[in-house]
T-cell receptor
Framework: DAKTTQPPSMDCAEGRAANLPCNHS???????VYWYRQIHSQGPQYIIH???NNETNEMASLIITEDRKSSTLILPHATLRDTAVYYC?????????????????FGKGTLLTVNP | KAGVTQTPRYLIKTRGQQVTLSCSPI?????VSWYQQTPGQGLQFLFE???????NKGNFPGRFSGRQFSNSRSEMNVSTLELGDSALYLC???????????????FGPGTRLTVL
């Protein structure tokens, strides 16, 4: 899996857009960029994913650079409930089976604090 | 539809003991994956079960084992506990096998294990 790099923490004012960057310079052509978040004491929650085109859903937008070496998750109007650790990971899509050395690892993510 | 449930939510054990954690997936889901989350290592994949068979395994020692029952409920066992096993253990369920389908995985709240 390609390694990702994220800033350890960011602050954002409530109601403003939160832009969370992620670097994945070793991403390969068949790897997708996935974003998850984890609110304290809860399990990770899927947000969005994309391959090379920008994506938008009801939660967020994902902007991927043309060379695919970095991306930005955008929460358009951050609320206090968006305070969480945000994880950017890159993986191939689709199912797989077997593989005794299969490994999936999230990095340390970015702690986003939304302030009132 | 009820979400993924994990029991117990909190557990305190001492070194050398063993522990069994339980996960009930979303109704109809047949894939259950287990992850270990620590502040230093982030989220790391342990193993995945689908239809009572282990499909994928991460790089953890043999002290970590699991199983899945015919009703898709899964248990994870850690024997000879070490201080470093203190972590949040997360379970995720999916209707499909293969943990790379990240957008189709739903995480439970986790079990917080503390080893003294």
């Amino acid at each position: 899996d390609a390694k990702t790099t994220q800033p350890p923490s960011m602050d954002c004012a409530e109601g403003r857009a939160a832009n969370l960057p992620c670097n994945h310079s070793t991403i390969s052509g068949n790897e997708y960029v996935y974003w998850y978040r984890q609110i304290h004491s809860q399990g990770p929650q899927y947000i969005i994913h994309g391959l090379k085109n920008n994506e938008t859903n009801e939660m967020a937008s994902l902007i991927i650079t043309e060379d695919r070496k970095s991306s930005t998750l955008i929460l358009p109007h951050a609320t206090l409930r968006d305070t969480a650790v945000y994880y950017c990971i890159v993986r191939v899509a689709g199912g797989t089976s077997g593989g005794s050395n299969y490994k999936l690892t999230f990095g340390k993510g970015t702690l986003l604090t939304v302030n009132p | 539809k009820a979400g993924v449930t994990q029991t117990p939510r909190y557990l305190i054990k001492t070194r050398g003991q063993q522990v069994t954690l339980s996960c009930s997936p979303i109704s109809g889901h047949r894939s259950v994956s287990w992850y270990q989350q620590t502040p230093g290592q982030g989220l790391q994949f342990l193993f995945e079960y689908f239809s009572e068979t282990q499909r994928n395994k991460g790089n953890f020692p043999g002290r970590f084992s699991g199983r899945q029952f015919s009703n898709s409920r899964s248990e994870m066992n850690v024997s000879t506990l070490e201080l470093g096993d203190s972590a949040l253990y997360l379970c995720a369920s999916s209707s499909r096998a293969g943990t790379v389908t990240l957008n189709e995985q739903f995480f439970g709240p986790g079990t917080r294990l503390t080893v003294l």
